[in-house]
């Protein structure tokens, strides 16, 4: 009967939409980007600055390492909390917006493609951010004890390794973080949604 | 007067909503609230119904069950004679993208999208094409008087022009149905009035069915049939002729 009927929801619609809302909240999904750039940097630091120290002789505990592991891995897990948190509240206030889109045509799949993709566009922005930053700082902090001694070079190009590495734990992070709270936005009816807007 | 017994097979193509025993309970714990108690309802192509009753009248409620938006516990809905219980998600997102437009008292604009953008976005999930959009979404504004807006994002509009801007979201896929609950709500007098004139119009060019949940006795004048709910039920329907009458006694 209507078998074939259904509406769409183009990649690069969503795209603009996403970016859209993202710039128009931009401080409040600020607070998501700094606790991402924070996590992302200090484990890019943390990496790149063991690699950096034992290539160019510095010397420096054993234990400091092990222990720099775990504080990094821990700031992840606070990172992830946080985000799920923070998507959670987002989606909560934007529940009139999902009722409203579900009126005009969209399907469940539509509503979670703009949640994931809005936080795998945080995921990367922040991870970026953290990324370079914390690798930059270990790279200069490096090069400044030991002086700038040309096997520098060679050892930072080996750890840029570490900078794609956390980028993508991060927007794996972010999207993870976020899918819970995203399924259960988009799985709403348009009623309920609807009457949830205070 | 009770609800008169719908036409028979013949006439009933011309029905683009039924409502069939309508039934909806929300089931709190051992107390049951009937909100719709067995509501049973035809509208016609090109009419416009107004659906009064006082708040808690059950007015939204049935919007929300013919609009698609929530299922009954009891009784159909057919819209032009397809029962929407029988859809699946994605035909029933079609539904609600192709055939029916929606009119909400607060507006329900998306705030980061400009005028412009909100009336193109059902015509994105519609598959239209950017050009064609973009021509279609100005010309609608320019219908409802803001053609000088287009670019205004919601906050940069007073609540009349947030309305207008919803009745052209609501028309831009030619819409069968447009559904309008509480669209004078937010409005003052004045706006309210000009809302409820363009409806009017909009209904007799396009020849759109308009079904109005209200409160707002302005609706009164233009409207082709009005149906009284309340406590979830129908208790009286007026034609336009009816009315016409009473008021001159």
């Known amino acids: 009967m209507m078998a074939e009927r259904s509406s769409v929801f ?45 290539v160019l002789g510095v010397s420096v505990g054993k234990e400091v390492q092990a222990y720099g592991l775990w504080v ?3 700031s992840l897990i606070i990172c992830g909390i946080g985000i799920v948190n923070s998507t959670l509240m987002a989606v ?21 493609k703009i949640f994931v993709l809005e936080s795998f566009l945080l995921g990367l922005i922040g991870g970026v951010i ?49 899918a819970y709270p995203a399924y259960r936005a988009a799985k709403l009816n348009p009623a309920d949604a609807l009457r949830k807007v205070v | 007067m009770s609800a008169p017994t719908p036409a028979p097979a013949s006439e009933r193509y011309a029905y683009v909503v039924e409502t069939e025993n309508l039934k909806k309970y929300y089931f709190m714990g051992s107390v049951v609230i009937k909100a719709l108690d067995g509501v049973n309802v035809y509208v016609k192509r090109g009419e416009y119904v107004s659906i009064m009753g006082p708040s808690g009248s059950g007015k939204t409620t049935f919007f929300n069950m013919i609009g698609g938006l ?107 149905i447009v559904l309008a609950d509480e669209p004078t709500g937010n409005l003052d007098l004045h706006t309210g009035l000009d809302i409820i004139n363009l409806l009017r119009e909009l209904n007799r060019e396009r020849n759109t069915t308009i079904i109005t949940a209200t409160h707002d006795l302005k609706m009164i004048d233009i409207s082709d049939r009005i ?20 008021y001159v006694v």
């Open chain 1, 72 to 74: 990094a891995l821990l």
């Open chain 1, 92 to 112: 909560y206030e934007r529940y009139g917006e999902i009722g409203t889109l579900k009126c005009l045509g969209a399907i469940d799949s539509h509503i979670l």
């Open chain 2, 70 to 176: 929530d299922s009954p516990t009891e009784g159909k809905v057919y819209i032009d004679n397809v029962d929407i219980a029988k859809l699946d998600a994605y035909e029933l997102a079609w539904l609600r993208c192709r055939k029916i437009g929606y009119i909400f008292q607060t507006f329900n604009l998306i705030p980061v999208l400009t005028a412009l953008e909100n009336v193109e976005l059902p015509m994105i999930f519609a598959g239209v094409k950017k050009e064609d959009r973009l021509k279609k979404a100005e010309a609608l504004l320019r219908r409802v008087g803001l053609g000088d807006r287009l670019h205004h994002k919601p906050t940069e509009l007073s609540g009349g022009q947030q309305q207008r801007v919803a009745i052209a979201r609501a028309l831009a896929n030619d819409p069968v």
């Open chain 1, 10 to 54: 183009p990649f690069k619609e969503a795209l603009a939409y996403c970016t859209r809302s993202i710039r128009v909240r931009f401080l409040r999904v600020l607070m998501i980007m700094i606790s991402i750039v924070l996590g992302v940097a200090f484990m890019v630091w943390l990496l790149t600055w063991s690699h950096l120290v034992s």
């Open chain 1, 130 to 178: 953290g990324a370079f930053a914390g690798w930059g700082i270990a790279v200069l902090w490096c090069g400044m004890m030991a002086g700038f001694p040309p096997e520098l070079e060679a050892a930072t190009i080996q750890t840029l390794v570490y900078v794609g590495e956390a980028i993508a734990i991060a927007v794996l992070l972010a999207v993870a973080a976020s």
């Open chain 2, 227 to 246: 149906i009284y709910i309340r406590d979830g039920r129908v208790r009286r329907i007026e034609t336009r002729a009816e009315i016409k009458v009473s």
